[in-house]
């Protein structure tokens, strides 16, 4: 959305010019409330909004972010509200009500017609992070008694008013899920052929209770449009549709994102959140950080003989700790990766760990020949310490490999997120562990060449 566009709007709206406004609005409704978004002024929103013409407005609504619905509700009359609740999509619906205090939430229900009221009180009841939340009712439903022709006919009545039409659900008399049947098949198959004879049974489904974000992975997988949610009867209670799962993956990989860069997940837009908000987010794992960091230094003052004996090992610690920090981030998030996609599971624990230590060995290897070179020409052509410091970052490294990949794993079964199994974390256990290493391995090296 440009500037000029806003710009151009709230100019219309100062100088009353209200005719011209409906003639620069954006023709997608998505387009129309990323303007409405953009607007500074509260009251400026609200006119816009009155503007679009009643076939857009629910649509324009449902694209609105959930804080400017919520204000939106505050704004309008009864009846506005009553109207827009009643005809937006049981999941956005849901959505927005999550979002909203109890109070309120029990003012919109009651707006609603007893139908929709029953819809929204299901949905409600599932747990917050399931497929329960995202389901819509909006979805075509046939009878394996029914002809093609039958069901043509019935799509052209009630099509209209469905989330999707691409894909129609065969039922039983019980209302059991049989199959799937798509629009294409109908349109091609002879009018009086039964639709048991083209359902295609061998369904993808979940349950209500299923993870979001494993139902998400489900539609990745196997490349789904529409996936349908059942029962423990296996009733069809509804369907979720892609757009919903995108927004589930794209609020996933953020908390994953803000976990990794150790920041407590921030459900708000950065520029949205609080400055107080902000500070305990991001405060709460550096404070936890520095506490776990101050064992490097405890490490290190037992090692105080060591240092004044050989000072120079201090001048290769930094190098020692890059290495190893940066090798057990790269297993830990490749692995939390794998993970993530399901390429990887609880059950892969000693495969990951006997890989990544061979992995990590080849790397120590590479890594402990350039740090060898690099201080023989530090120091001069000292032979024993170049390799007592080569060594030891070798070792650090194979050591950072495997610790890196094991602890997600051990996360993802203590149903902890393996997500926190990486950056900054990894790196401070790993800087710890490796300090260790490093001064054990090369005073006894030193201790036992150079006595």
Same mark, same amino acid.
């Given at each position: 959305?440009?500037?000029?566009?806003?710009?151009?709007?709230?100019?219309?709206?100062?100088?009353?010019?209200?005719?011209?406004?409906?003639?620069?609005?954006?023709?997608?409704?998505?387009?129309?409330?990323?303007?409405?978004?953009?607007?500074?002024?509260?009251?400026?929103?609200?006119?816009?909004?009155?503007?679009?013409?009643?076939?857009?407005?629910?649509?324009?609504?449902?694209?609105?972010?959930?804080?400017?619905?919520?204000?939106?509700?505050?704004?309008?009359?009864?009846?506005?509200?009553?109207?827009?609740?009643?005809?937006?999509?049981?999941?956005?619906?849901?959505?927005?009500?999550?979002?909203?205090?109890?109070?309120?939430?029990?003012?919109?229900?009651?707006?609603?017609?007893?139908?929709?009221?029953?819809?929204?009180?299901?949905?409600?009841?599932?747990?917050?992070?399931?497929?329960?939340?995202?389901?819509?009712?909006?979805?075509?439903?046939?009878?394996?008694?029914?002809?093609?022709?039958?069901?043509?006919?019935?799509?052209?009545?009630?099509?209209?008013?469905?989330?999707?039409?691409?894909?129609?659900?065969?039922?039983?008399?019980?209302?059991?899920?049989?199959?799937?049947?798509?629009?294409?098949?109908?349109?091609?198959?002879?009018?009086?052929?039964?639709?048991? *004879? $083209?359902?295609?049974? =061998?369904?993808? #489904? @979940?349950? &209500?209770?299923?993870?979001?974000?494993?139902? /998400?992975?489900? %539609?990745?997988?196997?490349?789904?449009?529409?996936?349908?949610?059942?029962?423990?009867?296996?009733?069809?209670?509804?369907?979720?549709?892609?757009?919903?799962?995108?927004?589930?993956?794209?609020?996933?990989?953020?908390?994953?994102?803000?976990?990794?860069?150790?920041?407590?997940?921030?459900?708000?837009?950065?520029?949205?959140?609080?400055?107080?908000?902000?500070?305990?987010?991001?405060?709460?794992?550096?404070?936890?950080?520095?506490?776990?960091?101050?064992?490097?230094?405890?490490?290190?003052?037992?090692?105080?003989?060591?240092?004044?004996?050989?000072?120079?090992?201090?001048?290769?610690?930094?190098?020692?700790?890059?290495?190893?920090?940066?090798?057990?981030?790269?297993?830990?998030?490749?692995?939390?990766?794998?993970?993530?996609?399901? *390429? $990887?599971?609880?059950? =892969?624990?000693? #495969? @990951?760990? &006997?890989?990544?230590?061979?992995?990590?060995? /080849?790397?120590? %290897?590479?890594?402990?020949?350039?740090?060898?070179?690099?201080?023989?020409?530090?120091?001069?052509?000292?032979?024993?310490?170049?390799?007592?410091?080569?060594?030891?970052?070798?070792?650090?490294?194979?050591?950072?490999?495997?610790?890196?990949?094991?602890?997600?794993?051990?996360?993802?079964?203590?149903?902890?997120?393996?997500?926190?199994?990486?950056?900054?974390?990894?790196?401070?256990?790993?800087?710890?562990?490796?300090?260790?290493?490093?001064?054990?391995?090369?005073?006894?090296?030193?201790?036992?060449?150079?006595?």
């Amino acid at each position: 959305m440009t500037k000029r566009l806003v710009k151009n709007v709230e100019d219309l709206i100062t100088e009353k010019k209200y005719a011209e406004i409906k003639k620069v609005l954006p023709l997608h409704p998505e387009d129309i409330a990323a303007l409405i978004s953009k607007l500074s002024i509260p009251s400026h929103k609200l006119f816009v909004f009155r503007l679009v013409s009643y076939e857009k407005a629910v649509d324009v609504f449902e694209h609105l972010p959930t804080e400017e619905e919520e204000k939106m509700l505050n704004t309008l009359s009864g009846q506005e509200i009553r109207d827009i609740l009643n005809e937006m999509s049981p999941d956005d619906r849901t959505e927005l009500f999550e979002e909203m205090p109890a109070e309120l939430v029990k003012k919109f229900i009651n707006l609603l017609s007893p139908q929709e009221r029953t819809i929204a009180l299901e949905i409600l009841n599932y747990p917050q992070d399931s497929v329960g939340r995202l389901i819509t009712p909006d979805f075509v439903q046939l009878y394996e008694t029914m002809n093609v022709g039958e069901a043509l006919s019935h799509i052209r009545n009630v099509g209209i008013k469905k989330e999707t039409v691409y894909h129609s659900y065969v039922l039983d008399s019980q209302k059991r899920l049989i199959g799937i049947v798509s629009l294409k098949k109908l349109v091609l198959a002879v009018p009086e052929t039964k639709i048991s *004879e $083209i359902v295609f049974k =061998d369904v993808t #489904k @979940v349950t &209500a209770f299923t993870d979001k974000e494993e139902a /998400a992975n489900i %539609f990745k997988r196997y490349d789904l449009l529409v996936l349908p949610v059942v029962d423990h009867n296996n009733k069809l209670l509804g369907i979720v549709t892609f757009d919903d799962l995108v927004d589930v993956l794209e609020e996933e990989a953020t908390e994953d994102f803000e976990r990794i860069a150790a920041v407590v997940p921030v459900e708000k837009p950065y520029m949205e959140a609080r400055f107080s908000e902000l500070i305990w987010k991001r405060s709460f794992w550096l404070v936890v950080l520095v506490i776990l960091g101050s064992a490097s230094s405890v490490i290190m003052k037992n090692y105080g003989g060591v240092l004044q004996k050989w000072i120079a090992l201090s001048f290769y610690l930094p190098i020692l700790i890059a290495a190893g920090g940066n090798a057990g981030m790269q297993s830990a998030m490749m692995v939390v990766r794998g993970l993530t996609t399901g *390429e $990887i599971g609880v059950r =892969d624990f000693f #495969k @990951v760990v &006997a890989r990544e230590a061979f992995l990590g060995l /080849a790397i120590g %290897f590479i890594l402990a020949l350039v740090g060898l070179i690099r201080v023989f020409f530090q120091e001069g052509g000292d032979w024993i310490f170049s390799i007592s410091v080569g060594v030891a970052i070798g070792i650090t490294v194979m050591f950072a490999a495997v610790f890196g990949g094991a602890l997600p794993i051990i996360f993802k079964k203590l149903k902890l997120d393996p997500a926190l199994m990486s950056g900054p974390l990894i790196t401070t256990i790993v800087d710890i562990g490796g300090v260790f290493i490093y001064f054990e391995i090369a005073s006894f090296m030193l201790g036992l060449w150079k006595k």
